[in-house]
């Protein structure tokens, strides 16, 4: 799906347009599903990608990724808006439209637990080099009792990264 396929039915003004017929409550949760559906694959797509260690792809993402929040956001304000008159004019869409959005809040769950792990280990990598690189730098003595004396943390030279995926 091509995201900017969604740009005219995404509302601009800060008060969403009202739902008042069945086929605006049609329209609006087909766009709903479609853009959700959309932004799943997405993150599915960007979480296999992390696992796999392909993180300059994963990040290739990011535009479409955000493209599709803010339709998603749209959407769900806009029927957060009309919550009162889907219930009248739809009522067969609620459940669905909730059991969806229970799924997708799942995956997303999962997606920011890779990308929360790719982050610990990424952190701790740095952290190990740089450790390493200033026990290598630090001078090896002993202290009084007779131990290695640690590298002073205000001695270490500053750690270059280059950020370059």
Known sequence: MNAS???PAVQTSA???????????????????EVMDSL?????????L????ALSQASAL??????LSRFYIADTL???ANRAQLAQIAPEMMPEL??????????LQI???????????????????SGELARKAAPQTYGASGLANAPDPRAAQPLAVSRML
């Open 5 to 7: 396929a969604h740009a």
């Open 15 to 33: 008060t969403p347009a009202p739902v008042t017929t069945a086929t605006d409550a049609n329209e609006l949760t087909a766009h709903y599903i």
């Open 40 to 48: 799943l694959d997405v993150i599915q797509q960007e979480s296999d």
């Open 50 to 53: 992390v696992r796999a260690g």
């Open 62 to 67: 990011e535009q479409t990724k955000t493209e």
């Open 78 to 80: 806009r029927l957060r």
């Open 98 to 107: 909730i059991r969806r959005h229970n799924d997708f809040r799942a995956l």
């Open 111 to 129: 997606n920011l637990t890779v990308l929360a792990t790719a982050h610990a280990v990424s952190e701790g990598i740095v952290r190990g080099v």
